[in-house]
DNA sequence: CGTACACCCTGGCCGC
DNA sequence: TGCGGCCAGGGTGTAC
């Protein structure tokens, strides 16, 4: 379930767990994950301290001492397990898809888990990250101080596109999911069908509704970063999942509706977003 | 160029 | 209880 908050938390669980570590040993359990691992996948890590564990939209960038650097992706449903062997409990059982184990000097075991397997790991030099194409693609990070209400204008200037389509590119802000991109609509009170050009003026700046989806954006994200550890089942959404209930906004009667934009669902209030 | 859509893969849920 | 159909939070490649 992985969008920019939960990747977030992951960095942190994968830093603290990794970081100043060498990886000792790098196990595959098969030869793909959305695509095939490089030939010198393990070798190019085993014996390699970690610097740092970085994120960039929703890639998780671990960083190595001989430079390189190791991409992850978690796609749709990868996912971390850290365990810890030495004097404390056995290491769990293995998963039919728990597919790569990094058996790190420090007695951590980090163990990548994705059913569906769309994400991937990919080892790329460290000099090389900032022409990768796909990072050179990449738009301004939400959570950055640079992340202003101009910046935003600028990405949505001269876009036809629906307001929910906009966000959900990666080029224009990158790491907003189908899920915080309803939620940040809603805390904004814009319609998701909005054409995502209305949010500015003609001269390119800002309207006071751009403002207002820059500040809903920061807050829905920083929000389910902060309540990451709240059990899971628990409800954290005030539209995503929601269809035919009423809307969680004070004094509004609305009920929360489904749509399909590009494909996907979109949960908002007719009521209150416009 | 922008947009629309199929596709990669497994599992969970719903209705029959 | 079993089974088919549908849905799922991501990204990419292709066709228009």
Same mark, same amino acid.
């Given at each position: 379930?992985?969008?920019?908050?939960?990747?977030?938390?992951?960095?942190?669980?994968?830093?603290?767990?990794?970081?100043? *570590?060498?990886?000792?040993?790098?196990? &595959?359990? /098969? !030869?793909?994950?959305?695509?095939?691992?490089? @030939?010198?996948? =393990?070798? +190019?890590?085993?014996?390699?301290?970690?610097?740092?564990?970085?994120?960039?939209?929703?890639?998780?960038?671990?960083?190595?001492?001989?430079?390189?650097?190791?991409?992850?992706?978690?796609?749709?449903?990868?996912?971390?397990?850290?365990?810890?062997?030495?004097g404390g409990s056995p290491v769990d059982?293995?998963?039919?898809?728990?597919?790569?184990?990094?058996?790190?000097?420090?007695?951590?075991?980090?163990?990548?888990?994705?059913?569906?397997?769309?994400?991937?790991?990919?080892?790329?030099?460290?000099?090389?990250?900032?022409?990768?194409?796909?990072? *050179?693609?990449?738009?301004?990070?939400? &959570?950055? /101080? !640079?992340?202003?209400?101009?910046?935003?204008? @600028?990405?949505? =200037?001269? +876009?036809?596109?629906?307001?929910?389509?906009?966000?959900?590119?990666?080029?224009?802000?990158?790491?907003?999911?189908?899920?915080?991109?309803?939620?940040?609509?809603?805390?904004?009170?814009?319609?998701?069908?909005?054409?995502?050009?209305?949010?500015?003026?003609r001269a390119g700046e800002p309207r006071a509704e751009a403002v207002a989806?820059?500040?809903?954006?920061?807050?829905?994200?920083?929000?389910?970063?902060?309540?990451?550890?709240?059990?899971?089942?628990?409800?954290?959404?005030?539209?995503?999942?929601?269809?035919?209930?009423?809307?969680?906004?004070?004094?509004?009667?609305?009920?929360?509706?489904?749509?399909?934009?590009?494909?996907?669902?979109?949960?908002?209030?007719?009521?209150?977003? +416009?």
């Open positions: 379930m992985p969008e920019l908050p939960e990747v977030e938390y992951v960095r942190r669980q994968l830093r603290r767990a990794m970081t100043g *570590a060498r990886i000792d040993q790098v196990v &595959l359990r /098969r !030869a793909n994950l959305r695509v095939p691992f490089s @030939t010198d996948f =393990a070798e +190019r890590l085993e014996g390699r301290t970690v610097r740092n564990v970085r994120r960039r939209a929703k890639y998780l960038l671990v960083e190595l001492s001989s430079d390189d650097v190791l991409v992850m992706h978690l796609g749709m449903s990868g996912w971390f397990n850290i365990q810890r062997p030495p059982p293995l998963d039919k898809h728990d597919h790569v184990i990094f058996e790190m000097s420090n007695g951590r075991t980090v163990v990548f888990n994705d059913p569906r397997r769309f994400g991937f790991m990919k080892i790329i030099d460290g000099e090389d990250l900032a022409r990768d194409p796909v990072f *050179a693609a990449l738009g301004p990070e939400p &959570l950055a /101080r !640079a992340f202003t209400a101009q910046v935003l204008a @600028t990405a949505l =200037a001269g +876009r036809k596109t629906s307001l929910k389509v906009a966000l959900l590119d990666q080029g224009r802000v990158a790491g907003l999911g189908n899920i915080y991109a309803c939620e940040a609509l809603h805390v904004a009170r814009l319609s998701p069908k909005r054409r995502a050009s209305t949010l500015v003026t989806l820059t500040r809903a954006i920061r807050l829905v994200l920083k929000d389910a970063i902060a309540n990451r550890h709240r059990a899971a089942g628990d409800d954290r959404f005030r539209v995503y999942d929601h269809e035919g209930e009423r809307c969680p906004r004070r004094g509004c009667a609305g009920t929360i509706t489904r749509i399909v934009q590009a494909g996907r669902s979109t949960y908002f209030c007719p009521k209150c977003q +416009r």
